[in-house]
């Protein structure tokens, strides 16, 4: 069975700081190497939000205007999972942020993504 877990999510103030985890396992996991990774978010009334992409080897990196200089997204492929580390949050940060992987996708387009995490909530108080 395919599986992405993503962790780290929490409360933080304004101006803090978290990392996002995203592990594969399963199927996900054997395949993690050849598979386009993504980062979106989702806070209710509000479409889905492409957040920051990832290409398979790791070098080519997408980021949303939002979050740029200030995000910054990574993978270790031998340990099978993704990061998102996140800097300066604010609070129209706030969200419930999943990851997703495939192969042949459209990076900002969270239609093209195959596989899907659970989400986990970020939450920045102001």
């Known amino acids: 069975q395919a599986q992405l877990v993503e962790s780290g999510g929490g409360l933080v103030q304004a101006g803090g700081s978290l990392r996002l985890s995203c592990a594969a396992s399963g199927r996900t996991a054997s395949s993690f190497s050849t598979y386009t990774m993504g980062w979106f978010r989702h806070t209710p009334g509000k479409a889905r939000e492409f957040v920051a992409s990832?290409?398979?080897?790791?070098?080519?990196?997408n980021l949303a205007d939002s979050v740029k200089g200030r995000f910054t997204i990574s993978r270790d492929n031998a340990g099978k999972t993704m990061y998102l580390q996140m800097n300066s949050l604010n609070p129209e940060d706030t969200a419930v942020y999943y990851c997703?992987?495939?192969?042949?996708?459209?990076?900002?387009?969270?239609?093209?993504?195959?596989?899907w995490g659970q989400g986990t909530q970020v939450t920045v108080s102001s």
């Open positions: 997703a992987a495939g192969n042949s996708v459209i990076p900002d387009q969270a239609l093209t993504y195959n596989y």
């Open positions: 990832i290409s398979a080897s790791g070098s080519n990196k």
